[in-house]
């Protein structure tokens, strides 16, 4: 297997004028592809979320925080989230798994469009677009600035529950406080697509090759995704673990984590599955395009960039 990275700049215009491109849009266009016999899969970066430490590190043990930062060499200063949305192109389908932040979310996302145009991907090309879950990073790039679909030809899919628990009217009442714009944007969002919209349960196949596998706990209705087979194929981890201390030391999760004991059994069963099973695997918010693999140690892991 074969993990290229690229980074392509935006237009030879700017090239020729020697302009020199400020680091987040030289991101912006950062193609990770990666092939196996028989299968394509391009890790398309939509930009990065930036966070302060404060709400990046709140989930460490107050007893582990400083090992922990010291251990991963983690900044002390704003922390960077990639965003990794995984393109499969198979056969005659174009399929996205996620699209992205669209204009509304952070100034430093949203790019998704232009890196699929730098490896000549057009919006009206994706046949087909197939959600982790419902967060405004991977669900709010479903609408352009003028809120028209940004991939107007594509059949739109989310797991049952997952849809449910979002355009359920109750739970703007029930979500965290700090995530109230979350819900009030999916709504908005998924009402605006809600007759093109088809839902989908664990282990149903939801494009040929590729079977929704349930992993709820970083929202009611996660769900990520295996293409192919471990020998030759792909996991789409979406949020399972959304960092590589999660991977490390799977108690540990995200602050936007719904259930937080619930999103830490299905981190470790599922790095767990991925790890016996000799998967390859692609994290939403993992380094270097997230492609990689889940080494075992007992009941601890290391994330290992590249195939
Ligand atoms: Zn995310």
């Not at 107007?152 to 989310?158: G, N, Q, S």
């Amino acid at each position: 297997m074969i993990v290229t990275r690229r980074v392509v700049l935006a237009g030879s215009a700017a090239l020729a004028a020697g302009a020199v491109l400020p680091a987040t849009a030289r991101r912006a266009w950062a193609v990770t592809t990666w092939k196996s016999d028989g299968l394509q899969i391009d890790s398309a970066s939509d930009g990065h979320l930036e966070f302060p430490p404060e709400f990046a590190y709140a989930t460490f043990p107050e007893a582990q925080r400083a090992d922990l930062i010291a251990q991963f060499d983690l900044p002390d200063g704003v922390v960077e989230s990639p965003l990794n949305v995984t393109l499969l192109r198979q056969g005659d389908r174009v399929i996205l798994f996620d699209v992205g932040s669209g204009p509304d979310f952070m100034p430093t996302a949203g790019r998704l469009v232009d890196a699929l145009a730098a490896i000549d991907v057009a919006p009206e090309d994706v046949t087909d677009v197939i959600f982790t879950h419902g967060h405004p990073d991977h669900l709010w790039g479903l609408l352009d600035e003028f809120d028209e679909p940004s991939f107007p030809d594509a059949r739109l899919a989310m797991g049952k529950a997952e849809f449910d628990y979002w355009t359920d009217p109750a739970t703007v009442d029930t979500i965290a406080e700090d995530q109230l714009s979350f819900a009030a944007g999916a709504m908005r969002r998924l009402q605006a697509v809600a007759d093109r919209i088809e839902t989908f349960a664990d282990g149903d196949e939801v494009a040929p090759n590729v079977r929704a596998v349930g992993t709820p706990g970083h929202t009611p209705g996660h769900m990520s995704f295996a293409i192919g087979t471990p020998e030759d194929g792909l996991f789409v981890l979406g949020d399972v673990a959304t960092t590589v201390v999660s991977v490390a030391y799977p108690q540990i999760g995200a602050g936007t984590d719904h259930d937080p004991d619930l999103a830490a059994r299905t981190r470790a069963a599922v790095l767990a599955r991925l790890a016996d099973e000799g998967w390859t695997t692609l994290g939403y918010h993992l380094p270097q395009g997230g492609i990689g693999r889940i080494q075992r140690d007992g009941d601890r892991f290391t994330y290992v960039a590249g195939a």
